[in-house]
């Protein structure tokens, strides 16, 4: 329902009234832990040409002096706010080829990998997910995996102008739950796993799955675009025959274990790389890879599903794949000369934990050596699970801090040893408890011997750490080398 006059000019769209002025549209939304609709009067008195707010809210006249707003209701304001920026930005997804990947795990890696792909194609892609944003010569850092409904279409608008022609992103289960991406319509869409994550958010895991079902039904669906369209689907999952049944758009499902239509054979697995052969609805693929680790063989499958969609022929995906040497803070190498491997890693749920070591067990020559913690306010329920499996499947485990945010740390690690305690001795290695992140990565390669392989998960790209509310500045990988160096005297 509309009150007012719409005949009026708009020059932007915010949900924050701080950022209101004049010729803005407020749309007012209910967050949690402030509610938008508390500010409408504070954008009209700053100058908003419109509010848009939910249905039942009760309209509040201007002050005096206040202009006259138009007021608009909706069932649904994070969803008008997301059409609205794509309204305002000229509708950026309707110019490019949208590549939308959602998963718990391996969601940077298929967009990488992609994104290397179709730039071999001679597309120009740009990229959106949780390691940065990147297109053309213009670097941002990501503030969210997907960005906000605002800054997404800006964005997105943004590569349009920059002459980008495909946008890669990665989607993520918060992004589709708040209605990021509305305003968005995706040609092709990927689904590479779900493992529990984000319960602290989601409540379920049913509620997480569904979702991510969002990017397959009502993603896809507009009438912005004539082309193809296709989804891409994780046979290995549990959850793929619910998932194929609700897609509204053709499927390919990819795989190495399960039946599907671009299946993985002959997995060779070593530290120097991977090879594998492909057998896919428009041919067969031998691929060689510098990628580690049977959970990358799957992520190659996924983005193996795009190149192939976007017309790319086998020698060129063939050739494209050999090409890509790592993903920033996934099994990321840190070499300085030293005796022994270690290894960077993102890992940072129970399944991802489990895929990082059961990498590492197929091309281990020594013994392995994990670091892990937990993030703070986040899903706790993941944290004995983690525990669990570190000690199930490494050699010496060191429980350490994560982002322990405004939740004593301690608390976290404890929360961990329960996981590992709770395991007969006989199933669990040895473990230490170092809540210092520098001291454990310290305490990590200074235990390792020539041939050993020292993991550390869970922080992988990021460059901070957060204690209490401050973000201080914090990379694994720069302390690792720190640690090498010290160990080979070099300090």
Not at 60 to 87: D, H, T, Y
Not at 336 to 359: I, K, N, P, S
Not at 362 to 389: E, N, W, Y
């Amino acid at each position: 329902m509309v009150q007012g006059d719409l005949q009026c000019e708009v020059m932007s769209i915010t949900e924050d009234s701080r950022q209101v002025k004049p010729g803005s549209v407020f749309v007012a939304i209910k967050g949690e832990h402030q509610d938008g609709h508390q500010f409408v009067r504070q954008a009209q008195t700053q100058g908003a040409v419109g509010v848009v707010v939910e249905e039942g809210f009760e309209r509040f006249e201007p002050p005096q002096g206040g202009r006259s707003s138009v007021l608009i209701r909706v069932k649904n304001s994070r969803k008008a706010l997301g059409l609205l920026a794509s309204r305002l930005y000229d509708m950026p997804s309707a110019h490019l080829q949208m590549v939308g990947v959602t998963g718990t795990n391996g969601k940077t890696t298929v967009t990488y990998l992609a994104k290397s792909l179709l730039e071999a194609q001679g597309h120009h892609v740009g990229l959106l997910g949780t390691v940065g944003y990147v297109f053309g010569t213009e670097r941002r850092a990501a503030s969210h995996t997907t960005p906000a409904s605002v800054e997404l279409q800006g964005m997105l608008n943004a590569m349009v102008k920059a002459g980008m022609d495909v946008a890669v992103m990665e989607v993520s289960s918060h992004a589709l739950a708040l209605d990021r991406v509305a305003g968005c319509e995706f040609d092709i869409v990927v689904f590479t796993n779900l493992t529990q994550d984000h319960l602290d958010f989601h409540r379920t895991l049913d509620e997480y799955f569904q979702a991510k079902v969002r990017l397959f039904t009502e993603c896809v669906e507009g009438k912005q675009k004539t082309g193809p369209k296709r989804a891409l689907v994780n046979a290995d999952d549990e959850r793929a025959p619910m998932l194929l049944q609700r897609c509204s758009i053709p499927t390919w499902t990819f795989g190495l274990h399960a039946p599907a239509d671009i299946q993985a054979e002959d997995i060779r697995l070593s530290m120097g790389g991977t090879e594998f052969l492909v057998n896919s609805p428009l041919g067969r693929l031998t691929i060689s890879s510098q990628l580690v680790g049977e959970h990358n063989v799957s992520n190659m499958l996924a983005a193996i599903g795009i190149g192939l969609e976007m017309g790319m022929t086998v020698p060129m995906i063939e050739r494209a794949l050999q090409s890509v040497a790592n993903v920033p803070g996934r099994f990321e190498r840190i070499d300085e000369g030293q005796a022994f491997t270690v290894v960077v890693d993102y890992a940072h749920t129970e399944d991802a934990l489990y895929r990082l070591l059961r990498a590492a067990q197929a091309i281990k020559q020594g013994r392995i050596i994990t670091l892990f913690g937990c993030g703070g306010d986040r899903d706790s329920g993941k944290r004995p699970k983690m525990g669990q499996v570190a000690s199930r499947h490494s050699d010496l485990v060191i429980v350490t801090s994560d982002n322990p945010r405004t939740e004593n740390p301690h608390t976290i690690l404890s929360q961990i040893e329960q996981g590992i305690q709770s395991l007969r001795p006989e199933e669990r290695c040895p473990y230490r408890i170092i809540s210092d992140r520098a001291e454990a990565i310290h305490a990590a390669v200074s235990e390792a011997k020539p041939g050993d392989l020292v993991l550390i998960a869970g922080k992988g790209h990021e460059d901070y750490q957060i204690l209490g509310t401050q973000k201080i500045h914090f990379d694994d990988r720069e302390e690792a080398r720190k640690a090498i160096h010290q160990q080979m005297g070099r300090a």
